[in-house]
């Protein structure tokens, strides 16, 4: 069984930037991707980043792509989400998850794991 912590959300003003983290409480032996997903109050859950365990291949939607970064630490059951230029539009929960199935893919019904979120809020 695999549990997801997120951390590192908060308060930033428009243009500026967060690191946030995603620690894994075990090794993940089966699971072949994580991705981040965020949900704004009213708009359905989206992904905002997507890598594949094994490779590191990434995948970014357009809305956050050239913005947001995707990265893992393999050997630390680590996961981590660089926003940089954050948008009013950014503001929302963000959530890390883990899927067991290939392609990684993108729809959040593919994703078995989910951590608790971590709010951030973007000011105009």
């Known amino acids: 069984q695999v549990q997801l912590v997120e951390s590192g959300g908060g308060l930033v003003q428009a243009g500026g930037s967060l690191n946030l983290s995603c620690a894994a409480s075990?090794?993940?032996?089966?699971?072949?991707?994580m991705g981040w997903f965020r949900q704004a109050p009213g708009k359905e859950r989206e992904v905002v980043a997507r890598i594949q365990w094994k490779d590191g291949s990434t995948y970014y939607p357009d809305s956050v792509k050239g913005r947001f970064t995707i990265s893992r630490d393999n050997a630390k059951n680590m996961m981590y989400l660089q926003l940089d230029r954050l948008k009013h539009e950014d503001t929302a929960v963000y959530y890390c998850?883990?899927?067991?199935?290939?392609?990684?893919?993108?729809?959040?019904?593919?994703?078995?794991?989910w951590g608790q979120g971590t709010q951030v809020t973007v000011t105009k």
């Open positions: 075990v090794r993940m032996f089966t699971i072949y991707g």
């Open positions: 998850a883990a899927t067991n199935l290939l392609p990684v893919g993108s729809r959040k019904d593919r994703y078995s794991y």
